[in-house]
């Protein structure tokens, strides 16, 4: 089992920027892939960057990237997300979730992810 804790969410203005935390408990988390997810109201979740279980493999939706970069601790079992240059339309409720050795081909459907976090709101005002 792996326990996936999500903090730093909050409002901040367009402009703006945010970092993440996921912070995984339980199992060896270097082990896993991992992503953040975001769902906007009355949106489809959305796999906004995932990062392999294999180092320096790392993937982002075409609407974060320039700005997002997604990042893991190995010591701290923790996964970030730094969230520059925040827009209205980047508001969400934020997930990370976590793949058994995953692969960013495996990653690519949200099904195939083994543990998820309870998700952090971001809000960015215009």
């Known amino acids: 089992q792996v326990q996936l804790v999500e903090s730093g969410g909050g409002l901040v203005q367009a402009g703006g920027f945010l970092r993440l935390s996921c912070t995984a408990s339980?199992?060896?988390?270097?082990?896993?892939?991992a992503g953040w997810f975001r769902q906007g109201l009355g949106k489809e979740r959305e796999l906004v960057a995932a990062?392999?279980?294999?180092?320096?493999?790392?993937s982002y939706a075409d609407s974060v990237k320039g700005r997002f970069v997604i990042s893991r601790d190995y010591v701290k079992n923790t996964l970030y997300l730094q969230m520059n240059s925040l827009k209205p339309e980047d508001t969400a409720v934020y997930y990370c979730?976590?793949?058994?050795?995953?692969?960013?081909?495996?990653?690519?459907?949200?099904?195939?992810?083994?543990?998820w976090g309870q998700g952090t709101q971001v809000t960015v005002s215009s």
């Open positions: 979730a976590a793949r058994y050795r995953g692969t960013l081909a495996t990653m690519r459907n949200q099904n195939n992810f083994d543990y």
């Open positions: 339980g199992r060896t988390f270097g082990d896993y892939g």
């Open positions: 990062i392999s279980y294999i180092p320096g493999s790392i």
